[in-house]
């Protein structure tokens, strides 16, 4: 496994949901994203982040996470990149973001990967399955910047600034 992919988010939290949706997308449409390297991609679907997805983090040369964000325009899509965290002390046992989780890669198993997060602003997060329509309209642009991410570092493997 060269790339991860994990989306993450609660299905039944309505665009809470967009990073598994996409992780199912991104399997069925794998090969004519990235082409022969569709072979090289892991895709995990999960509702939170926990602590066992660090070896797999340590594992992949970069890792993109798919989220939904407050804050954004509905179905905007913004790309961060994620660095080790510099704090110190213990961790926090029930809530770990990327960051985090970058961390106990390194220090669990030696490797921290290039890792971003595609944060896809969101409507609503109440109750009920399936995505506002601003959202499920977005999911071909994430799909695209995450194969960018993984092919070029880059979202949807545009030339750097």
């Known amino acids: 496994m060269r ?3 994990v989306g993450y988010g609660n299905p039944l939290r309505s665009d809470d949901g ?3 949706v996409v992780a199912r997308r ?3 449409e794998a090969e004519a994203l990235m082409g022969a390297a569709a072979k090289e991609v892991r895709v995990v679907a999960v509702p939170q982040l926990v602590p066992e997805l660090a070896e797999a983090f340590s594992e992949a040369e970069r890792v993109v996470l798919v989220d939904a964000s407050r804050g954004d325009a509905p179905g905007a899509v913004r790309v961060r990149r994620v660095e080790p965290s510099t704090a110190s002390g213990e961790p926090m046992i029930h809530a770990y973001d990327p960051s985090t989780l970058a961390t106990w890669a390194a220090k ?3 490797r921290a990967p290039e890792m971003h997060v595609v944060a ?3 409507e609503t997060f109440a109750f009920g399955e399936g995505l506002s329509p601003d959202v499920a309209a977005a999911v071909p642009e994430i799909l695209s910047t995450v194969a960018g991410l ?12």
């Open 26 to 28: 991104f399997l069925d």
């Open 150 to 161: 993984f092919r070029e570092g880059r979202p949807g493997g545009a030339e750097a600034p």
């Open 3 to 5: 790339y991860l992919l």
């Open 18 to 20: 967009v990073g598994p």
């Open 108 to 110: 669990l198993y030696g």
């Open 120 to 122: 896809v602003g969101a």
